[in-house]
């Protein structure tokens, strides 16, 4: 079993809806949590970062953090044709520790 | 902004060749990291670097090695070629400190034939 699960996708849905992406871990040492996004032949760019648990808003952004369920989550509202990407999430037990990453999910947003 | 740069976006090599892709960061990052994505399989990690000239293995090290001779560049290095190594190859760096945010590059596409 992966220590980071990731449904891969594709998550298809229309334009200005809000969108739910989901990862799932088994390491309760985990404190770090970050959402990247990919565009196609891109390399990864961050988009949230959470230290621990709780909710972090940025524009149409929110991360959330439950680490006693081992879930963390990512909405966007009001989705946008560009917001199609895919989007890893990824995590570590401190500074000095890997990221352990999720597969990515592959979101497209129809206009 | 930190930038992180990548020798080439894509590259076409042979199988036994020995092949060099080079990453170079302007942000004095002590930390530096190589990356291979497939699909399905997410990121893995090939080899980091925490500072000039040490080098530590990562998830999936065996066919590569790496080289880092001054603080703002990390070379990854194919000593021969094979078809499974067939990739996107990314690199990325990152400050020494809290947190664990990495920046990356825009990525090599490799193809072994």
């Known amino acids: 079993q992966k220590e980071v699960e990731q449904d891969p996708g594709p998550l298809s849905v229309p334009e200005g809806a809000i969108v739910s992406l989901n990862c799932t871990y088994s390491n309760s040492a985990f404190q770090y949590f970050m959402w990247y996004r990919q565009y196609s032949r891109k390399g990864p760019e961050l988009l949230m970062y959470t230290y621990s648990s709780g909710n972090k808003e940025d524009g149409r952004f929110t991360a959330q953090v439950d680490k006693s369920s081992k879930y963390i989550s990512l909405f966007i509202r009001d989705s946008q044709p560009s917001d199609s990407a895919t989007y890893l999430c990824a995590m570590s037990r401190g500074s000095n520790y890997q990221l352990i990453w999720g597969a990515g999910t592959k979101l497209i947003i129809k206009p | 902004d930190v930038k992180v740069t990548q020798s080439s976006r894509y590259l076409v090599k042979r199988t036994g060749e020995k092949v060099f892709l080079e990453c170079v960061q302007d942000m004095d990052h002590e930390n530096m990291f190589w990356y291979r994505q497939d699909p399905g399989l997410g990121l893995r990690l090939i080899y980091f670097?925490?500072?000039?000239?040490?080098?530590e293995k990562g998830d999936i090290p065996e066919g590569y090695s790496v080289s880092r001779e001054k603080k703002e560049r990390f070379s990854l290095i194919l000593e021969s070629a094979s078809t499974n190594q067939t990739s996107m190859y990314l690199c990325?760096?990152?400050?020494?400190?809290?947190?664990?945010?990495?920046?990356f590059g825009p990525g090599t596409r490799l193809t072994v034939t």
């Open positions: 990325a760096s990152r400050p020494s400190g809290i947190g664990g945010e990495q920046y």
């Open positions: 670097s925490y500072d000039v000239k040490m080098k």
